[in-house]
């Protein structure tokens, strides 16, 4: 049973950084893409960062290219998203994604695996 956990949330001041995990336990695909995806109240879940899981390429949207960075550790079976220059716009719930297929930010809803989601709020 594939289970992915998100951890390292939290309250910061723009400016700030932060680095969040995802644990995929029982995940064991080698192609296909993890991702990272975010959705602030009442708004629609964007997909933010993706990186294939065979060549290791990445990919992010604008609003987050330059500040944001998503890496795997293979070894740990760990996905993270490093964020720096947090905004008060950033804030949202981050939750992360995998799928053995897909690999697209517009197939980001039909990805197979999702965590439960780890809160970031940046105040001004």
């Known amino acids: 049973q594939v289970q992915l956990v998100e951890s390292g949330g939290g309250s910061v001041q723009a400016g700030a950084s932060l680095r969040l995990s995802c644990t995929a336990s029982?995940?064991?695909?080698?192609?296909?893409?993890m991702a990272w995806s975010r959705q602030a109240p009442g708004q629609q879940r964007e997909g933010i960062a993706l990186i294939n899981v065979a060549g290791g390429g990445t990919a992010y949207v604008d609003s987050v290219r330059g500040r944001f960075t998503v890496s795997r550790d293979d070894a740990k079976n760990t996905l993270y998203l490093q964020m720096n220059g947090l905004k008060p716009e950033d804030s949202a719930m981050y939750y992360c994604?995998?799928?053995?297929?897909?690999?697209?930010?517009?197939?980001?809803?039909?990805?197979?695996?999702w965590g439960q989601g780890t809160q970031v709020t940046v105040s001004s």
């Open positions: 994604a995998a799928d053995p297929a897909f690999c697209t930010f517009t197939s980001l809803f039909q990805f197979s695996y």
């Open positions: 029982g995940y064991s695909h080698k192609s296909g893409c």
